[in-house]
């Protein structure tokens, strides 16, 4: 039976076979466009200052924004299931605080590094615990987080530094092979990260929950519970991300970078992850963390005042965001 | 057909209620291997709550569930789903972001000795399952977002199939397919149950009821009227069953009564469903669009409504020329659109049916910048009486309480309030009860008669030839041709939907 | 209906609000004296009228998380117009203020013309501002504002702090807007369903540009007020202002989602929030103590408004 409607025999069998770079760009275009930005940069700066290239910097750049880059992991699985956590920096803070003072205390190391992890799980349990179960949007339930830790923070540190760091504890200054622990372990995460996402059940299972949660129901897929599993690794991610943060210096400041949350948040929406859910992959933001290093440390070699940092990572979010949204248009 | 006499699912005095109102009256209903069982019923009248008793959504408060002869009891969708019962719901539960064979399988995916997921089996498995529904052009790396509703229907099946279903419930399937899709699923369907599958077929649409069906079940306010198998109905039957009287006329027509041309349109494009559109309409006049999903009609009255304005040509009302860049625009210029989708784009479901109803004329309900309430909920209060919508909560009610035609009562109702000279309805039944239906009808017989012009888009080919005193065709953005109601027949129409579509196709 | 009504989230806040002060005035007699009340109101003036707007902005759905930044900005640019550009300083301050507007303005644009999700407009806004406010004054502050200046930020007018009269005039005004008339009714079918709005006939677009021109233009007067009232202006001024601003409009019962909330609830969420960070410090209870009770209290009242909608909603 002629049925009208059916494509042309022509377009099935192009449809049969999708080329491999056409998967690749549709799958990793984000990806693409930052690496791209990125090598603009460095040979165009490079260029400008060949200092900029020296393998000092170069390693400076890409380890010194590492604990961002595996902060951004957890927070990538939380966006991709549709939430979003803007507690992240000061529960960072804190369990910086924590690890510090475990280790001037003559605690073992590896409890200075294991407790944050730990208690980073416990926290985001209960946060996961509200969302999922108690139904509060994670927007209002990780803003009363930020000030309970917030508050916390001051309260535990009362504005003191910790110093007198044990060496043993800096993980983040120890160099195997030349090149700063910092490195392998956020290559190593992310791409451990990104297989996962990609090839277990579970991890699949976020892109539903964040696509279409209802039919992600239909499916059996148990997201209460699914849910409080995503904040717990990313507590857990958090907490990582703090042991990179706390060794880096000699020194552990009693405040936070301000607005590191919105800094990871950041970093997964220029990665690619839509701030809608269901989309987007881990290993864009920990491009794009690097990505903003690079620019950081582009405008000191380039003598452009490091103040104008901040607006210049705000104009690169603007343009990111508004090239998509024209060339999801355009496709429409 | 062989047809095991022996029922796969079997209800027995199953009775449910929501807060204290009896949805299910001790309703028996069976379906066996092999069969179509098709289930009808006016809206509210039980059949989604039975179905969702049927998959495991439900538990029911009273009566039995029988599978295959034994007692059974479903703790949860997925209890439901491993027994062999599975559903393609209207709305599709898919997610647009992944492909075809990441949909089929999630949940389930084959997986490898070492426990990571096995893509080249899912991958090939899915192929396998789409091309036993003859869907060879259906590629299983496509994201579902790039699908239309008829693919994405089929990639619902296939995953049912993936499940083993042994039976099938669906869900209004046609409600937005083309004439070559219905066509194509109608095939699905009967090969499904050569295969032994037992289908629960929910539908409003005749033709295919008594195409497809072996036996029927009404239902009415909750109770079982009767289940007969198809040989023993007619349609007449079939709609006195269904709404307890005899519907005379299921379109009446009045006398038109067609004034001077109220409104001209020439060589109107935008993008690349509007090409070239040049009609006219008068006073009085309903003038029918028929055409293909796609065709190119929403986006005509988009165009029309301000939604996405033309690019070219001319747009003349009363005989002169107009610009409409906007909805508010078009609204001021007297022209009113009644949206195909009244959930997502007719109506505000969390606000009340007043607040609802005044929504296109707050302008004519301020003094100063205050709202007259009062006078807001007088105008609700009348507009409910005359359009005859039920609700149970009065005009405070929120809308998305009601059931679909007194929805669509309180969108009509709401352009109506702004006194429009044109009013478009897109697909005015679509979901909407024989009884609603009927009443929509009649409503826009009056209206016609008092001189509003009226351009009705509509998929059933039934309505757009017992309503309309003009037919205008379209295809591929294209107006193929304008029928009068004299020489419009079911053959002619269909014909000029369908016969361009191949021929532009082999262009 | 009568028991629907009084399970409001605002009629539970208000109770819990009276509750709260009650306990507070009885922890220290420094508490209820007109003196301290007064003093409160000032302090609560700039984060209130962005509140207020932000109330609406939530309403639609969308989110403004670079009022902050904006506060930032318009204390640089007024420094800057005045000092660098040796403008009179009402002229520096409009400028400013006008300035803040435009920031508004972009947000608005973006996000309505764009359809960029806010969250992430205003994110981006907010390093773009600040990082403008910074780059702009290079971290150098500037101070030596004259006298009459500090009428605004630290003076009354008929003994009520001159802010306070601003901000009580604003409220009043915003709640009649949004429950009253016909933009209200827009911002709230915006929230609830924008493409029905959009449908219908509202302006979707003009309102959502009205409405963050208008968040912008708060922020910018708190500014400018923030400026008088210290005394000094320095580019981080404002930071964290936009959590602030958002806790006490979610606390006040408007939906993250939109479609839902009103100015009164904000106010209350106001008044809570101030109240108990006040009332603590006298009592003896350290700031921070303070900071993580407020985060309590936030996620404590949604916690509770969402048992008694047994309905589910979000």
């Known amino acids: 039976m002629a049925l009208a409607g059916t494509p042309s025999l022509k377009a099935a069998g192009l449809r049969h076979q999708s080329g491999f770079w056409t998967k690749l760009y549709r799958g990793y275009g984000q990806e693409t466009v930052i690496l791209c930005a990125m090598i603009f940069l460095l040979v165009a700066v490079g260029l400008y200052n060949p200092?900029?290239?020296?393998?000092?910097?170069?390693?400076?750049?890409?380890?010194?924004?590492?604990?961002?880059?595996?902060?951004?992991?957890?927070?990538?699985?939380?966006?991709?299931?549709?939430?979003?956590?803007?507690?992240v920096g000061a529960l960072i803070g804190v369990l910086a605080t924590i690890s510090g003072t475990l280790a001037v205390s003559g605690y073992p190391v590896w409890v200075a590094w294991l407790l944050p992890v730990v208690i980073g799980v416990v926290i985001n349990m209960v946060i996961g615990v509200l969302v999922a179960y108690a139904r509060i949007p994670s927007i209002v339930v990780t803003l009363g987080m930020l000030s309970i830790l917030r508050g916390g923070l001051i309260s535990i540190t009362g504005g003191a530094w910790i110093s007198n760091l044990p060496p043993a504890f800096l993980l983040a200054q120890q160099k195997p092979l030349g090149v700063p622990a910092p490195i392998y372990i956020m290559i190593a995460l992310s791409i451990l990260a990104a297989f996962w996402m990609r090839y277990s059940p579970f991890g699949r299972s976020l892109y539903a929950i964040g696509g279409n949660p209802e039919a992600a129901r239909a499916v059996g897929i148990p997201i209460e519970r699914r849910i409080v599993s995503v904040f717990m690794i990313h507590g857990a991610f958090a907490g990582l991300a703090t042991i990179l943060f706390a060794t880096q210096l000699q020194v552990i400041q009693s405040t936070v970078p301000p607005n590191l949350e919105l800094t990871v948040i950041t970093a997964v929406v220029i990665g690619g992850v839509s701030i809608l859910g269901g989309t987007g992959t881990v290993i864009g933001s920990t491009l794009a963390a690097i990505l903003f290093a690079t620019i950081g440390s582009a405008l000191i070699f380039t003598n452009v005042s490091a103040y104008w940092l901040r607006a210049v990572i705000g104009l690169l979010i603007l343009v990111t965001v508004l090239a998509d949204m024209i060339r999801r248009r355009r496709g429409a | 057909m062989p047809q095991s006499?022996?029922?796969?699912?079997?209800?027995?005095?199953?009775?449910?209620?929501?807060?204290?109102?009896?949805?299910l009256k001790d309703v028996d209903f069976d379906v066996r291997p092999g069969e179509v069982h098709a289930l009808l019923g006016e809206n509210g009248a039980g059949k989604s709550t039975l179905i969702k008793i049927i998959s495991g959504l439900y538990l029911p408060d009273g009566g039995s569930i029988e599978i295959k002869g034994r007692a059974a009891s479903f703790a949860s969708t997925r209890d439901a789903t491993r027994q062999g019962i599975a559903t393609v719901y209207q709305e599709l539960l898919l997610f647009p972001e992944l492909t075809v064979a990441e949909n089929i399988f999630l949940g389930h995916y084959p997986k490898r000795p070492r426990g990571g997921i096995d893509w080249s089996q899912a991958r090939n498995e899915a192929?396998?399952?789409?091309?036993?529904?003859?869907?060879?052009?259906?590629?299983v790396d496509t994201k579902i977002a790039k699908l239309s509703v008829a693919q994405r229907q089929r990639v619902e099946i296939a995953k049912a199939l993936s499940h083993d279903a042994r039976v099938l419930i669906m869900d209004e399937p046609t409600a937005s397919l083309t004439q070559a899709d219905v066509l194509r699923l109608m095939d699905i369907v009967r090969s499904l149950r050569a295969r032994g599958v037992a289908i629960i077929y929910v539908s409003h649409r005749m033709p295919e009821i008594f195409a497809l069906a072996d036996r029927v079940t009404v239902l009415r306010d909750g109770a079982l009227i009767g289940t007969k198998p198809i040989g023993d109905l007619n349609e007449e039957s079939l709609v006195a069953m269904m709404v307890g009287r005899s519907i005379d006329q299921l379109f009446p027509k009045a006398e038109p009564m067609i004034g001077e041309t109220i409104l001209e349109v020439e060589g109107l494009s935008f993008g690349k469903l509007v090409k070239d559109i040049s009609f006219s309409l008068r006073k009085g006049e309903i003038l029918g669009i028929a055409g293909l999903v796609g065709s190119g009609r929403t986006e005509l009255a988009l165009t029309l409504f301000g939604i996405t304005p033309a690019a070219a040509g001319m747009i003349r009302l009363n005989g002169k020329p107009v610009t409409i860049r906007s909805p508010r625009a078009a609204r001021d210029f007297g022209i009113a659109y009644v949206p195909e989708d009244r959930g997502l784009q007719g109506l505000v479901k969390s606000m009340s049916i007043a607040q609802n109803i005044s929504m296109a004329s707050l302008d004519r309900l301020t003094r100063g910048i205050l709202i007259r309430f009062a006078k807001e909920a007088a105008r609700a209060t009348e507009a409910v009486k005359r359009l005859g919508v039920r609700a149970r909560g009065g005009i405070h009610q929120p809308v998305g309480e009601l059931s679909g035609g007194n929805q669509q009562k309180v969108v009509i109702a709401k352009w109506l309030e702004t006194s429009p000279a044109i009013l478009i309805l897109d697909e005015p039944t679509r979901g909407v009860d024989v009884g609603a239906k009927a009443e929509i009808h009649a409503m826009m017989g009056e209206l016609a008669q008092k001189g509003l012009a009226i351009i009705m888009i509509s998929s059933e080919l039934p309505e757009v030839l017992g309503m309309s005193d003009r037919i205008l065709v379209m295809n591929n953005g294209r107006v193929i041709q304008v029928f009068d109601r004299s020489e419009a027949t079911p053959e002619s129409v269909g014909a000029a939907m369908t016969v361009a579509h191949q021929t532009l196709e082999a262009a | 209906m009568s028991l629907r009504a009084f399970l409001r989230h605002e009629t539970i806040l208000a109770i819990l609000t009276v509750i709260v002060l009650t306990v507070l005035a009885f922890q220290s007699d420094k508490f209820f004296t007109v003196a301290n009340l007064l003093n409160q109101g000032r302090l609560i003036s700039e984060v209130g009228l962005v509140a207020i707007i932000m109330t609406f902005v939530i309403a639609t759905g969308g989110i403004d998380l670079s009022v902050g930044s904006i506060v930032g900005l318009t204390a640089i640019l007024t420094g800057v117009f005045w000092q660098n550009f040796g403008l009179p300083l009402p002229l520096a301050a409009g400028m400013a203020i006008l300035a803040g507007m435009v920031a508004g303005f972009v947000n608005g644009f973006i996000i309505a013309r764009f359809g960029v999700p806010p969250l992430i407009a205003t994110l981006a806004t907010l390093a773009l501002y600040r990082g403008l406010a910074e780059g702009i004054s290079q971290a150098r502050s500037v101070r030596g504002y004259p006298d009459w200046f500090y009428v605004l930020g630290q003076g009354d007018l008929g003994g009520?702090?001159?802010?306070?009269?601003?901000?009580?005039?604003?409220?009043?005004?915003?709640?009649?807007?949004?429950?009253?008339?016909?933009?209200?009714r827009t911002v709230y079918a915006i929230g609830s369903n924008e493409i029905a709005a959009c449908f219908s006939g509202l302006s979707v677009d003009g309102a959502k540009l009205a409405i963050y021109t208008a968040s912008g233009f708060a922020a910018a007067v708190a500014g400018v007020i923030f400026v008088s009232r210290v005394s000094t202006t320095r580019s981080d001024m404002g930071t964290g202002l936009e959590l602030d601003a958002i806790t006490a409009v979610v606390l006040g019962g408007t939906s993250i989602f939109g479609g839902r909330g009103t100015i009164i609830g904000t106010v209350l969420g106001l008044i809570l929030i101030q109240g108990l960070k006040n009332g603590l410090s006298l009592a003896g209870i350290k700031g921070d103590g303070t900071i993580v009770l407020i985060g309590v209290v936030l996620i404590m009242t949604i916690l509770i408004t969402n048992i008694f909608r047994r309905d589910g909603t979000r």
């Not at chain 1, 170069?58 to 992991?73: C, D």
């Not at chain 1, 957890?74 to 803007?86: R, Y």
């Open chain 3, 160 to 184: 009520i702090p001159t802010q306070l009269w601003i901000l009580f005039a604003v409220a009043i005004i915003c709640a009649v807007i949004l429950g009253l008339t016909s933009w209200g």
């Open chain 2, 127 to 139: 192929r396998v399952l789409l091309d036993s529904l003859d869907c060879p052009d259906l590629d």
């Open chain 2, 5 to 23: 006499p022996l029922p796969f699912v079997r209800l027995a005095g199953v009775s449910k209620s929501f807060g204290g109102i009896r949805v």
């Open chain 1, 51 to 87: 200092r900029f290239l020296s393998s000092e910097n170069l390693i400076t750049i890409f380890s010194g924004n590492a604990y961002i880059a595996v902060a951004a992991i957890g927070m990538a699985m939380i966006i991709i299931t549709g939430h979003i956590d803007v507690s």
